[in-house]
């Protein structure tokens, strides 16, 4: 039960949460390019940043930390981010028709998304002991965690008119599930006796969870399944843009050997371990250290069992309309509907400074912060450009009272090209 | 090129990451208020099932056999060995044709099985094992007969092809079954006793060439029983002394490290088993117990001490399932000293037995018998109610123990711990645990301060509800680092009755107890 409350609340602390709502757009390639790129992102509109870096740096936490923390907590909580790694190629079409550019993909997605509430919060990292003698509801609490990796290949289609652009890309994935935790626990009621002789558990628990493959002996092959990105540009001469992206609408099969599937309402009244006889008193004690109601738990019938789940389908738009040489503002929003994240809406300004130099100011709310803002800055010398950033330099500034924390750096380098094709750049 | 070269660099960090996210440990204290162990201790949690019985009021009885001593059929009679011995030598140098016997031998072996005269043996078990050392230059052929050895109304037979010697001689071993034969001992007249009739030939082989055979060559052959064990023997049993000085344990309060215990009653009895077909004069001439803790002796104090008792011989009823009805003889002790002999907690009784079988010599005409599984048996009954006294009567008990922190993702790192009991029983109880490190050295105790008090009794003297105690076991860091660090625990339970009267157990009668701790958790996650 412990473990099941910790990683309800925190999962794997080996998770380094990393996103950022600017995301590369599909039609500003008129070079084959080649990228790496890398970016965290991790936060809850009300758990501070400080216990939040504590937790995963795998610090001690004191019970200051613990009260700041549980002091800041709403009725409901979210907590989240996720990272990615992607080494990315486009290469631009010739002779044919229907694409102007292909691309290419390698990434590794990791998304950690919960909702939790602080009873929850206290009795993981306080205890029940000041909740004895009465009951502690839990109502809505999940925790969700996925890493996958991603091959991904696509091609775009620039159709133009004299006064506009329309761009259309579309790209396939094929999806490798390494991990896949996900916990729901509802309609829970948790009742420790007031002299602890009991702990009567009554709760509603969904799970599925896919440990290493053991069988396969392929540690991180766990499942397997497709996706499709789909990305729309309009661009118009007078300077405004319009950029609309469908991502990650896909799934994945987890294979049933490395799966663990419990679903049920279960009643539990845990009174201690049981043992029958005299002589079995000193195996008993020494068995008190392990989990022992995570063992009551174990006994209620999870099975193995094969299961499909989605990608956390993100949709994203974005309008901006540049003014001059110089200068460009844009606005959008994000939003991921499978997951408990908050619609984002951003804005950007961005200052071309410099032939080699571009800075561009972040305003955003929502997502798992509520008011961020950031500073990313590009810089190119000869064929290389290097971006990086953060969008939420705020709570760095104050972290009492901002949330969230992220950056992201992308390294790319531009290759000439013998049969360029003008593709016109934002 | 050097591009790629970084974006090699790039793409090998990328899986790296990708395959290797090396996990942080945060960790924290938690309080924890939760129940760890329950249980019910009754009656049978203390006492072996078998040996307890119920009355229909639920009264315990105490009900206890134990063997005080066995006279072994071995004693009664010795087994025979050897069968045959034969050596095969010539005078004079000669050569011998294929199929030339050379043996031929028949055989009239008599046993000595002292002034037993034994006319019938059935094994159980057994195996007739044939050496044979061979110095011939050609193989033999041996056929070995025991006429007087059927099963299933076939004799023994044995036959073998002995190789030629190698380098100048050559040994060969074989052994043949003869579980289930039954050896006539009758001889081949059918008028003596210990006798078996054997027949050997033996052959150059037929199949072979002519052979050399010298002075110096022999033919060596010896056939024996192993492994013997008898289902049945018939004849006369010559009369055997008996002469038993000797211990046995007495399992029943190992548990007991100290106090005492008295017994309202104690039920007790001998009875002497003679499942030989053979007369038996026997006399008791010491039984006592002996407590090796205090090293505290009683004897035994009865009019049969020293007493000859005559035991007629058991009966065949010649049926096949139970083949023997044997005579018994039934000592009551009840009207003796036993109870101070159980009340002293022995570990052993000591006994002193001296007899005689056949006492008066071959009165059957030769028809002593002895079956398998029948024998002389002395055995000590005891029925004892369990209706007692106790003072400091202390049960104890060492369990291995081991409790490692470092094999979980959270451990104990101090906590206050209650024991709750439920008694039902009418005694007050005291429970320590003792704890030994690695060495078995004593390094600390948890110390329940409090008593677990009785269950009140009725005016019947029955305990029809029961008490409740609460026992504080604080465990500070320091005692909780200990407790890490044993390995064998040692419980010690303390008995009180603390009443006038004896009280009686019922079955009912149990104890419940549960340990609660309000304890700090050290989480790593």
Not at chain 2, 56 to 80: C, G, I, M, R, T
Not at chain 2, 418 to 437: K, M, S
Request: charged share 15%; hydrophobic share 40%.
């Amino acid at each position: 039960m412990k473990k099941i409350l910790i990683i309800l609340l925190f999962g794997y602390s080996c998770l380094s949460i990393k996103a950022q709502q600017g995301s590369r757009w599909i039609n500003n390639f008129s070079y084959p390019h080649l990228s790496f790129e890398t970016s965290y992102y991790i936060g809850s509109p009300s758990l501070h940043n400080r216990f939040i870096n504590k937790y995963f740096e795998g610090a001690y936490l004191n019970d200051a930390t613990k009260n700041l923390a549980l002091s800041t907590l709403d009725k409901k909580n979210i907590l989240g981010g996720n990272n990615y790694y992607q080494l990315f190629y486009a290469y631009p079409a010739s002779n044919v028709h229907f694409a102007n550019l292909f691309f290419f993909s390698l990434t590794n997605t990791s998304i950690l998304d919960m909702s939790f509430e602080p009873q929850l919060f206290e009795l993981v990292f306080s205890g029940n002991t000041k909740f004895a003698g009465t009951d502690i509801l839990l109502n809505e609490n999940s925790f969700y965690f996925t890493n996958f990796s991603q091959l991904k290949g696509g091609f775009s289609k620039i159709i133009s008119s004299a006064s506009r652009t329309h761009t259309i890309a579309l790209s396939a994935a094929l999806n490798v599930g390494s991990s896949h935790n996900y916990v729901k626990i509802n309609n829970t009621r948790l009742h420790t006796a007031a002299d602890a002789t009991a702990i009567d558990i009554e709760t509603k628990l969904n799970m599925q969870w896919v440990t290493e493959n053991i069988k396969s002996n392929i540690k991180y092959f766990n499942g397997i399944g497709t996706g499709l990105d789909i990305f729309y540009a309009y661009e118009c001469l007078n300077g405004n843009n319009f950029n609309f992206w469908l991502k990650d609408l896909g799934f994945i099969h987890w294979f049933e050997e490395s799966t663990l599937h419990l679903e049920s309402d279960t009643a539990i009244n845990f009174e201690g371990l049981v043992f029958d006889d005299f002589t079995e008193i000193a195996s008993a004690i020494g068995r008190l250290n392990s989990d022992t109601l995570a063992e009551s738990f174990n006994k209620t019938v999870a099975q193995q069992k094969s299961f499909r789940t989605y990608l956390p389908l993100s949709i994203q738009a974005y309008f901006s309309h540049t003014f001059n040489e110089t200068f460009k503002a844009g606005a959008g929003f994000q939003n991921y509907p499978n997951l408990f994240k908050k619609p984002m809406f951003f804005a950007d300004l961005h200052y071309q400074l410099h032939p080699t130099l571009k800075i561009t100011q972040s305003f955003s709310y929502g997502g798992y912060s509520n008011f961020s803002a950031g500073l990313n800055m590009m810089l190119s010398f000869k064929d290389f450009l290097v971006y990086i950033g953060s969008d939420h330099l705020t709570s760095y500034i104050n972290n009492d009272l901002f949330r969230g924390q992220g950056f992201f750096l992308r390294i790319s380098k531009k290759f000439n090209h013998h049969e360029t094709r003008t593709i016109k750049h934002q | 090129m050097k591009t790629f070269r970084v974006f090699f660099l790039l793409f090998i960090i990328f899986f790296l990451k990708a395959c290797f996210k090396e996990p942080q440990s945060p960790s924290w204290d938690t309080s924890v208020s939760a129940p760890l162990l329950k249980t019910s201790l009754g009656i049978h949690s203390l006492i072996t099932d078998s040996l307890i019985h119920t009355d229909s009021a639920s009264f315990v009885y105490l009900v206890y056999k134990n063997l005080l001593y066995q006279f072994a059929p071995d004693s009664l009679l010795k087994k025979p060995d050897t069968v045959s011995h034969v050596i095969y030598k010539i005078p004079f140098n000669a050569y011998f044709p294929p199929g030339q016997e050379i043996i031929n031998k028949s055989e009239e072996k008599v046993y000595s099985f002292g002034k037993s005269q034994i006319s019938t043996i059935l094994l159980k078990k057994g195996l007739l094992k044939f050496n044979v050392s061979n110095t011939l230059e050609e193989a033999i052929k041996l056929n070995y007969h025991i006429p007087s050895a059927t099963k299933n109304g076939t004799s023994l037979k044995f036959a073998a092809l002995i190789p030629a010697a190698q380098n100048g001689g050559l040994n060969y071993t074989s052994t043949v079954d003869i579980s289930g034969y039954k050896l006539n001992m009758k001889g081949a007249s059918g008028l003596s006793t210990n006798t078996l009739n054997t027949h050997i030939n033996a052959f150059i082989n037929p199949s072979g060439d002519s052979t050399r055979i010298t002075i110096h060559d022999k033919f060596q052959f010896t056939v024996q029983f192993e492994k013997l064990e008898m289902a049945f023997i018939k004849g006369f049993f010559e009369p055997v002394d008996i002469n038993a000085k000797d211990a046995t344990p007495v399992e029943l309060f190992d548990l007991i490290t100290s106090g005492s215990i008295n017994f309202e009653q104690i039920q007790a009895d001998i009875l002497i088993e003679n499942g030989y077909g053979v007369d038996l004069k026997l006399k008791i001439n010491d039984i006592s117990s002996y407590n090796e803790r205090t090293q505290n002796e009683v004897a035994l104090n009865a009019p049969i001490l020293g007493q000859t008792i005559n035991l007629i011989r058991a009966t065949e009823t010649g049926q096949k399932q139970k083949p023997v009805i044997p005579s018994y003889y039934f000592i009551d002790f009840s009207e003796t000293n036993i109870k101070n002999m159980f009340e002293n907690l022995p570990d052993k009784f000591y006994f002193d037995i001296e007899g005689q079988t056949n006492p008066m010599g071959n009165i059957s005409g030769g028809n002593d018998f002895y079956y398998n599984g029948f024998g002389l048996n002395v055995f000590l009954n005891l029925n004892i109610p369990l209706s007692i006294k106790a003072h400091d009567l202390t049960l104890s008990e060492n369990f291995d123990f081991s409790l490692n922190k470092n094999n979980s993702n959270s451990h104990i790192t101090h906590g206050n711990f209650n024991l709750i009991t439920d008694n039902g029983f009418p005694f007050d109880a005291e429970v320590q645990l003792y704890l030994y490190d690695a060495d078995n050295t004593l390094h600390d105790s948890l110390m329940f301060n409090n008593l677990i008090a009785a269950a009140p009794l009725n005016q019947n003297n029955i305990a029809e509800s029961s008490t409740k105690s609460i026992i504080d076991v604080p465990i500070p860091p320091q005692k909780m680092e200990k407790l890490y660090e044993t390995h064998t625990i040692r419980i010690q339970i303390k008995f009180n009755t603390n009443h006038a009267d004896y009280i009686k157990l019922y079955d009912f009668y149990k104890m419940d107890l549960q340990l609660t701790g309000d304890f700090n958790l050290f989480v790593t996650h």
